[in-house]
């Protein structure tokens, strides 16, 4: 059975599965949501705990990064509509940050068992704290999962979006620890007469002519 839902959880490269729900922001079917946009999204183990708050409020206090590379942000709970409307309320009241991204009440976790955000080991009936990266052809880009004790890098969140997005735009793969204004790795050649173009270049930094490097 266990290998059975491992095979089905979602994986990197496959469409993101379909579905409709509930949410802080009125209903939601996720490949309109999606469409034409980057989403990110996010799940958390439960509204009202401090953990997720500080989670979830540093989504919200980066909406500006996220509108301006076009990337929708979608969170989710198995909790319902009404702990979720509270919850948003309470935090914007305490702390003037609104979560107003759209929220999922996930109560039968279909979303969840859909994307594989509940993980037994760690809990029942509380989601993970899972990310999924999708694109705007509705293809899961990057899947984290954290454990429900440690918070989220959310510089890393966003650091991964900028890979990705780049990586696209500049057709070229991204080293160790990059960040914007690094260089980019430059696809290795596939042919002899590849390789014999590739060390005679002089504008790339070459390791070897497996392993050169641009700027973009």
């Not at 990197?12 to 989403?39: C, H, Q, R, Y």
């Not at 440690?150 to 991204?174: C, F, P, S, Y």
């Not at 430059?186 to 070897?208: C, F, G, H, Q, W």
């Amino acid at each position: 059975m266990d290998n059975q839902v491992l095979q089905a959880m979602p994986r990197i490269g496959d469409k993101a599965p379909d579905f409709k729900a509930l949410t802080t922001t009125g209903p939601m079917t996720f490949s309109e949501f999606n469409k034409g946009s980057w989403v990110i999204m996010f799940s958390h183990p439960a509204d009202f705990t401090p953990v997720c708050t500080t989670e979830l409020s540093a989504f919200a206090m980066d909406k500006k990064f996220y509108q301006e590379r076009n990337t929708k942000l979608i969170g989710l709970s198995i909790d319902s509509i009404h702990s979720h409307l509270a919850w948003v309320n309470n935090v914007r009241e305490k702390t003037d940050v609104y979560m107003d991204f759209p929220i999922i009440a996930d109560l039968d976790m279909k979303v969840a068992h859909l994307y594989g955000m509940l993980h037994p080991g760690e809990s029942e009936t509380a989601a993970v704290r899972a990310v999924f990266v999708i694109d705007p052809k509705g293809v899961i880009r990057l899947i984290l999962y954290y454990p429900l004790n440690i918070g989220r890098n959310m510089e890393e969140i966003k650091r991964i979006l900028i890979a990705l997005q780049t990586a696209d735009e500049k057709k070229v793969a991204l080293p160790v620890n990059w960040k914007p204004g690094d260089k980019a790795i430059v696809p290795p050649p596939k042919t002899l007469v590849e390789m014999d173009e590739r060390i005679a270049n002089t504008e790339y930094e070459k390791v070897d002519f497996y392993l050169s490097k641009k700027a973009i």
